[in-house]
Nanobody, 116 residues
Framework: QVQLVESGGVLAQAGGSLRLSCTAS????????MGWYRHFPGKRRELVAR???????EYADFVKGRFTISGDNAENTVNLQMNSLKPEDTAVYSCNLRTIDLLDYWGRGTLVTVSS
């Protein structure tokens, strides 16, 4: 059983910064990617950023230049540094681990609120 545990700040003012962290535990076989998604009420999850096997980093256009993802493969951790936050970044952020069989594991989700 794979478990993803999220931690980090949840409230910031516009222009501020927050950092989210995620650690995966359990029996993890071949991993395809690990990263962060977010969703708004009534909408589908959207990719924020992820680290793909081989080390490449992928970012959604709306966070490029503001958010930075980092991780430790050996520790199965991934962090999301969020700078220059905007009120429209307010959403539930979920950690994701995807296996090479395209099986997804999810954290429980963290509500991030950015006030104007």
């Amino acid at each position: 059983q794979v478990q993803l545990v999220e931690s980090g700040g949840v409230l910031a003012q516009a222009g501020g910064s927050l950092r989210l962290s995620c650690t995966a535990s359990g029996i993890i076989f071949a991993r395809n990617s690990m990263g962060w998604y977010r969703h708004f009420p009534g909408k589908r999850r959207e990719l924020v950023a992820r680290i793909v096997n081989g080390g490449s980093h992928e970012y959604a256009d709306f966070v490029k230049g503001r958010f930075t993802i980092s991780g430790d493969n050996a520790e199965n951790t991934v962090n999301l540094q969020m700078n220059s936050l905007k009120p429209e970044d307010t959403a539930v952020y979920s950690c994701n681990l995807r296996t090479i069989d395209l099986l997804d594991y999810w954290g429980r989700g963290t509500l991030v609120t950015v006030s104007s």
